[in-house]
């Protein structure tokens, strides 16, 4: 065997136990789907406790409006719960239009709060932070400014989350409501339902974990306080916040039936930007939790930590490597002898991919349609390429980022 042999030998293992890793997840979630559509959601018992929601908004005078018109229409006791928004440093129309459902909803628990570039401005933790400090809610909810959750999504996270203490959080579903206007919002609507859900719903059946997603959950008030809030050079907050909720001895459960509809990039170049955001926070993230990894009090994420590991530095290095070294063995530059045998692990994988997101999609009504299978094949050729190039070069930043200690800035996503 040559030395490209066995890099490529190398790159395939790691890649098909990661693919193979993700099959298993899909399996587990889709049982647990069907799980969730034959068991009833918790009741309340007795009166419903005081909730905070609290939405971070910076210029989202686009959407603001229609998100905070649909928390206060939550089949939930309208004195048992308060809106607060963090209106951080706008210098669009946000703050006329949230004193205007201000206006039009008197007696109701909607509180504003508005920075400038002196108390706020400095990313979604900060902001969080500063409503949790107004905040009176024995629970934490929180909701992004794009979002539009359905009514009963609420009253099932409370639900959850007041039934079992050893939950310390309760995840609900984000939709993609703008799926249909082109081609990348369909990409990413079927990579939300079966890379983001249905690998949820998977690790949750599988070893009781999950991951907050950033919007439609909800915490018990006691663990932010004892956290300290939320981690102001973290601009994925979710995933850090999960983590420092593990190690204190809580789970964090998915219900798939609180859903809520939220906007998603509608072109490549806002895509690329949020993406390389998320990409950026999750390293973050890894590299902060790491040590972890053989720390006896962690024995319950070390799937998580591992998972996240191999997602963002190996797969992205074999994927890389054995992509270099089949173009490299294509134009004759080197010789592979298993270039052949790749190619036929590169096509099953391939049939993998389609089969096993398809299946995803049967959880979902509206989503079975064959035209998807052709949506996703592409998605393979197509979008999961761009991931590669997403995750590379959030590494990069990240790394410049913290050699050059640069401050954590708010990453705004364009709305429509």
Request: proline letters at 2%.
């Amino acid at each position: 065997m040559t030395l490209a042999d066995y890099f490529m030998v190398i790159a395939v293992l790691c890649i098909w136990s990661l693919l193979l890793v993700n099959v298993v997840l899909i399996i587990a979630g889709y049982f647990y789907y069907i799980q969730c559509e034959k068991e009833a959601i918790p009741e309340i018992k007795g009166e419903e406790p005081f909730v905070t929601i609290m939405v971070p908004a910076h210029n989202e005078g686009k959407v603001i409006s229609q998100t905070v018109e649909a928390l206060l229409d939550f089949d939930y006791p309208h004195d048992r719960y308060e809106i607060i928004v963090i209106n951080d440093n706008s210098s669009d129309n946000s703050a006329e239009l949230l004193g205007n459902l201000q206006r039009k909803n008197p007696g109701r628990n909607l509180m504003i709060i508005n920075t400038d570039s002196v108390t706020g401005g400095k990313g979604k933790s900060n902001a969080l932070n500063l409503g949790f400090a107004q905040s009176k809610g024995e629970l934490i909810a929180i909701y992004d400014a794009d979002n539009t959750p359905e009514r009963k999504a609420l009253r099932y996270l409370v639900g959850e989350i007041t039934n079992d203490d050893s939950l310390g959080a309760v995840i609900g579903k984000f939709r993609t409501r703008n799926r249909d206007v082109n081609l990348l919002t369909r990409f990413i609507n079927i990579e939300t339902l079966s890379f983001q859900w249905m690998a949820q719903a998977g690790r949750w059946k599988l070893f009781k974990l999950c991951t907050i997603p950033g919007t439609n959950f909800i915490m018990r008030r006691h663990i932010v306080e004892s956290i300290g809030g939320w981690d102001v050079k973290a601009i994925a907050e979710d995933t850090e916040i999960s983590f420092r909720i593990y190690m204190m001895g809580y789970r964090i459960k998915f219900q798939p039936q609180a859903v809520t509809w939220e906007q998603e990039p509608q072109t490549v170049k806002v895509w690329f930007k949020q993406r390389t955001r998320w990409a950026k926070g999750n390293i973050y993230v890894i590299v902060k939790n790491a040590r972890l990894l053989f720390h006896p009090s962690a024995k319950r994420i070390r799937f998580d930590i591992l998972y996240f590991l191999s997602i963002y530095f190996l797969l992205l290095t074999s994927l890389i490597t054995s992509d270099i070294l089949l173009i490299l063995n294509a134009l004759g530059y080197v010789h592979t002898t298993i270039a052949g045998f790749s190619t036929f692990l590169w096509l099953l994988a391939i049939t993998l991919f389609v089969v096993g997101t398809y299946v995803t999609l049967t959880t979902e009504k509206g989503e079975m349609n064959l035209s998807n299978l052709w949506i996703i094949l592409l998605m393979y050729v197509s979008y999961c390429q761009m991931w590669m190039v997403v995750a590379a070069y959030g590494l990069y930043n990240y790394f410049k980022d913290l050699i050059f200690s640069r401050e954590v800035k708010w990453y705004k996503t364009e709305r429509y």
